[in-house]
T-cell receptor
Framework: KNQVEQSPQSLIILEGKNCTLQCNYTVSPFSNLRWYKQDTGRGPVSLTIMTFSENTKSNGRYTATLDADTKQSSLHITASQLSDSASYICVVSMEYGNKLVFGAGTILRVKS | DAGVTQSPTHLIKTRGQQVTLRCSPKSGHDTVSWYQQALGQGPQFIFQYYEEEERQRGNFPDRFSGHQFPNYSSELNVNALLLGDSALYLC????????????FGSGTRLTVV
């Protein structure tokens, strides 16, 4: 069964601290993996996208890693800001990018 | 360059009514997918349109139907609304030839009372 599992379900951190979100997937055939940030009541916004051959991709304070052998990905957020408070969703594309399998997301709350 | 535009932003309907949601894809995109996202959940795939035809469908009843117009814009129709249909409805578009590149709209928040 094609699934994407994320952990933790929710996370609270202090402003300025780092955090890492996890994503494990069982999707085949794998096309690419994306991390999205979704503010409450808004559509997801793409942070990073990685194909099978890419191990790391950065976008400012966001760094995503991908281990295609273990089918695991992580999203590391450095020096968190209050505006980082959102849901972070891991999405795996299959069938040459035509089908998306969504994780349930990790809700991140950054406190001052 | 406008991204994906959805309307309306918010909508309140009564149980049993019908609703139509609209989506204009990003410029250059010709494939539109619709998702339902319940509160606290990840988006669930409803269906995808390409060349004015429904190409793929998720596990949603026939009450959910759609349409794509020659200009690639799309509509999602839901008949006989249930309380459980309350959700954020997301539209995503991409170029049919692109390996990746889904762009999401901001969604329509539907509340059924």
């Amino acid at each position: 069964k094609n699934q994407v599992e994320q952990s933790p379900q929710s996370l609270i951190i202090l402003e300025g601290k780092n955090c890492t979100l996890q994503c494990n997937y069982t999707v085949s055939p794998f096309s690419n993996l994306r991390w999205y940030k979704q503010d409450t009541g808004r559509g997801p916004v793409s942070l990073t996208i990685m194909t099978f051959s890419e191990n790391t991709k950065s976008n400012g304070r966001y760094t995503a890693t991908l281990d295609a052998d273990t089918k695991q990905s992580s999203l590391h957020i450095t020096a968190s800001q209050l505006s980082d408070s959102a849901s972070y969703i891991c999405v795996v594309s299959m069938e040459y990018g035509n089908k998306l399998v969504f994780g349930a997301g990790t809700i991140l709350r950054v406190k001052s | 360059d406008a991204g994906v535009t959805q309307s309306p932003t918010h909508l309140i309907k009564t149980r049993g009514q019908q609703v139509t949601l609209r989506c204009s894809p990003k410029s250059g995109h010709d494939t539109v997918s619709w998702y339902q996202q319940a509160l606290g959940q990840g988006p669930q795939f409803i269906f995808q349109y390409y060349e004015e035809e429904e190409r793929q469908r998720g596990n949603f009843p026939d009450r959910f139907s759609g349409h794509q117009f020659p200009n690639y814009s799309s509509e999602l129709n839901v008949n006989a609304l249930l309380l459980g249909d309350s959700a954020l409805y997301l539209c995503a578009s991409r170029s049919g030839t692109a390996m990746y590149g889904y762009t999401f709209g901001s969604g329509t928040r539907l509340t059924v009372v």
